[in-house]
């Protein structure tokens, strides 16, 4: 069992940055392959950004390539998603993951997050 914990959403303007933080406790956090997902209103939740147990590894969605980045500090027991050039349409509840393997699919990750809102404002 892992518990995870978001953090760092909120208002921003379009341009702008936010870095989100995903804590995790519980079993091994380096064991896990972590990933981020978001879900807008009235939409179905998408894939983000995934990362390897060691960090060595990531993945992301083609319309955020470029603009955020995932990484990772085991000692801390921390995921992170730094999102710079933010647009309207990243305005989401995004949500942290926790897998035995990276995948982009979310059925593949047992544990997950409360969620954190992100807005962004045109």
């Known amino acids: 069992q892992v518990q995870l914990v978001e953090s760092g959403g909120g208002l921003v303007q379009a341009g702008g940055s936010l870095r989100l933080s995903c804590a995790a406790s519980?079993?091994?956090?380096?064991?896990?392959?972590m990933g981020w997902f978001r879900q807008a209103p009235g939409k179905e939740r998408e894939f983000v950004a995934a990362?390897?147990?060691?960090?060595?590894?990531?993945n992301y969605a083609g319309s955020v390539k470029g603009r955020f980045t995932i990484s990772r500090d085991n000692a801390k027991n921390t995921v992170y998603l730094q999102m710079n050039n933010l647009k309207p349409e990243d305005t989401a509840v995004y949500y942290c993951?926790?897998?035995?393997?990276?995948?982009?699919?979310?059925?593949?990750?047992?544990?997950w997050g409360q969620g954190t809102q992100v807005t962004v404002s045109s």
């Open positions: 519980g079993r091994t956090f380096s064991s896990f392959a």
């Open positions: 993951a926790a897998g035995t393997l990276m995948a982009t699919m979310s059925v593949r990750y047992p544990y």
């Open positions: 990362i390897s147990y060691s960090g060595s590894t990531t």
